[in-house]
């Protein structure tokens, strides 16, 4: 896996930076750009053609779930994982429903987001929930 190209969509900058410089310490990783809302990250997924999608699921404006399906709808190799402050069965629901390949709570991101980003640009998925399973997506 080098050369992965990653965008992360997050509207708070802290979280953007933490996110960037985690993904940056893996040499085989590369942050290729930022957005801080949903139409933009569709922007620039479109300009920038990542292979994964780091996306927030409560962006300002378009919605990260919304902005993952017009993303989705426009190139469908590209991957994308949910980075919630929501650990619900409901929100996992409408990850899976916008085609998202896996979630990570930010409360767990330190131990979950470096195997989720591996499991992801693997072909995997990163449900770590029953309802994934019940799903038929892990």
Not at 8 to 27: F, N, P, T, V, Y
Not at 37 to 55: C, F, N, Q, T
């Amino acid at each position: 896996m080098s050369n992965v190209r990653i965008l992360i969509a997050d509207d708070h900058e802290l979280m953007r930076r933490g996110l960037r410089g985690l993904i940056e310490s893996h040499d085989e990783w590369a942050v290729c750009g930022e957005a801080v809302e949903g139409s933009e990250a569709v922007r620039k997924a479109a300009e920038l053609r990542p292979d994964l999608v780091i996306m927030d699921v409560n962006l300002p404006g378009l919605s990260g779930i919304d902005a993952a399906l017009q993303i989705r709808q426009e190139e469908e190799a590209v991957r994308i994982l949910f980075f919630t402050v929501h650990d619900s069965d409901e929100v996992i629901r409408e990850v899976i429903n916008a085609g998202g390949h896996g979630y990570v709570a930010k409360s767990r991101a330190s131990q979950d987001l470096i195997e989720a980003v591996r499991s992801v640009l693997g072909g995997k998925t990163f449900f770590p929930n029953l309802v994934a399973a019940a799903a038929g997506r892990t």
